[in-house]
């Protein structure tokens, strides 16, 4: 039974302290299981990754507290610097997946004959693991056997040996991400299609807008929730590229395709010596690229939001 306040009226009590506040907490309950998740499997594995980067450690052993030692290693790093490069080139290359998934899924919102089939073949790469992209690609790409050297067979062109080939071996890494990596983004754009109000089409169409300007004044700016996932994942997924090269490539030839996951893999559980410290540093200076950009994306749309 509630308690009688003496300060309340006749006939009235005390409500308890969660009924009295039931609105503002209850949302808290549902979030209180994810929190705690995320708490244990996100934040505190970067806590401790960072931890771990200030000291020299083999896993098992005692670790040996070094301050910025590993952080200044990795200026003098050759290995480390061509994987930072490549991870840019991956950065840069990869976003290139969200213009391609946005005028597919505009391909596909139609009502066409046979559009049943042409989503199912756009939307196949999506389902297919990274490991059997992987392996579609490095048969592809066989120097003698492989499709894309008969197909510039027919034109007259010599075998290309694109994954022997240090100055085109990372690029045909991207590109086989790209695959699966646009069937992503065209589905993400899809559903934001779905969403988009028929009513600011029309009038647009009254306003004379349609081709280009339609898309790019009423369409697009009504994909931005679909556009900043799209961003978010494909930054992630070209920063953690990792199970194609190890596929593909394995980091060569001679450690030109290394990105920093692959590298600090190497450095941290490889034969190269498991190096904890170290390989912990490459993945702090992998986390605050990432950091960046996602950062400076939300604060572009929070500032947008805030000046409507």
Same mark, same amino acid.
């Given at each position: 039974?509630?308690?009688?306040? $003496?300060?309340?009226?006749?006939?009235?009590?005390?409500?308890?302290?969660?009924?009295?506040?039931?609105?503002?907490?209850?949302?808290?309950?549902?979030?209180?299981? +994810?929190?705690?998740?995320?708490? #244990?499997?996100?934040?505190? *594995?970067?806590?401790?990754?960072?931890?771990?980067?200030?000291?020299?450690?083999?896993?098992?052993?005692? +670790?040996?507290?070094?301050?910025? %030692?590993?952080?200044?290693?990795?200026?003098?790093?050759? +290995?480390?610097?061509?994987?930072?490069?490549?991870?840019?080139?991956?950065?840069?290359?990869?976003?290139? +997946?969200?213009? %391609?998934?946005?005028?597919?899924?505009?391909?596909?919102?139609?009502?066409?004959?046979?559009?049943?089939?042409?989503?199912?073949?756009?939307?196949?790469?999506?389902?297919?693991?990274?490991?059997?992209?992987?392996?579609?690609?490095?048969?592809?790409?066989? *120097?003698?056997?492989?499709?894309?050297?008969?197909?510039?067979?027919?034109?007259?062109?010599?075998?290309?040996?694109?994954?022997?080939? $240090?100055?085109?071996?990372?690029?045909?890494?991207?590109?086989?991400?790209?695959?699966? =990596?646009?069937?992503?983004?065209?589905?993400?754009?899809?559903?934001?299609?779905?969403?988009?109000? $028929?009513? =600011?089409?029309?009038?647009?169409?009254?306003?004379?807008?349609?081709?280009? @300007?339609?898309?790019?004044?009423?369409?697009?700016?009504?994909? @931005?929730?679909?556009?900043?996932?799209? #961003?978010?994942?494909?930054?992630?997924?070209?920063?953690?590229?990792?199970?194609?090269?190890?596929?593909?490539?394995?980091?060569?030839?001679? %450690?030109?395709?290394?990105?920093?996951?692959?590298?600090?893999?190497?450095?941290?559980?490889?034969?190269? %010596?498991?190096?904890?410290?170290?390989?912990?540093?490459?993945?702090?200076?992998?986390?605050?690229?990432?950091?960046?950009?996602?950062?400076?994306?939300?604060?572009?749309?929070? @500032?947008?939001?805030?000046?409507?």
């Amino acid at each position: 039974m509630s308690s009688v306040d $003496p300060t309340l009226p006749p006939g009235t009590t005390s409500r308890s302290w969660y009924k009295r506040n039931e609105i503002a907490v209850t949302p808290w309950l549902f979030l209180a299981p +994810a929190i705690l998740f995320f708490a #244990f499997y996100v934040i505190w *594995p970067i806590y401790q990754s960072i931890v771990i980067s200030f000291y020299d450690w083999d896993g098992l052993g005692e +670790a040996r507290f070094i301050g910025m %030692g590993n952080y200044v290693e990795l200026m003098d790093d050759g +290995a480390f610097e061509v994987s930072l490069w490549n991870n840019l080139k991956w950065l840069l290359f990869y976003l290139l +997946a969200i213009p %391609g998934g946005l005028f597919i899924a505009l391909f596909l919102n139609q009502t066409v004959t046979g559009i049943r089939l042409y989503k199912s073949l756009f939307f196949f790469p999506f389902v297919i693991s990274q490991v059997v992209v992987g392996l579609v690609f490095s048969w592809f790409y066989l *120097p003698n056997e492989g499709l894309l050297n008969g197909m510039l067979g027919l034109v007259g062109l010599g075998p290309v040996n694109v994954l022997g080939d $240090p100055s085109w071996a990372t690029y045909g890494i991207i590109a086989a991400g790209l695959w699966p =990596q646009t069937a992503y983004c065209m589905i993400l754009y899809l559903t934001g299609l779905n969403a988009v109000d $028929p009513e =600011q089409i029309e009038a647009g169409r009254l306003d004379g807008a349609k081709g280009w @300007k339609m898309l790019w004044y009423i369409i697009i700016p009504q994909l @931005k929730p679909a556009t900043f996932i799209a #961003f978010v994942v494909t930054i992630i997924g070209a920063l953690r590229s990792f199970d194609l090269i190890s596929i593909m490539t394995n980091g060569g030839p001679f %450690g030109q395709t290394r990105v920093l996951s692959f590298y600090m893999f190497e450095k941290a559980l490889s034969e190269y %010596g498991f190096r904890m410290g170290y390989g912990a540093a490459i993945a702090v200076v992998l986390f605050l690229i990432m950091l960046v950009f996602i950062a400076y994306f939300l604060w572009s749309m929070w @500032k947008e939001e805030r000046g409507r």
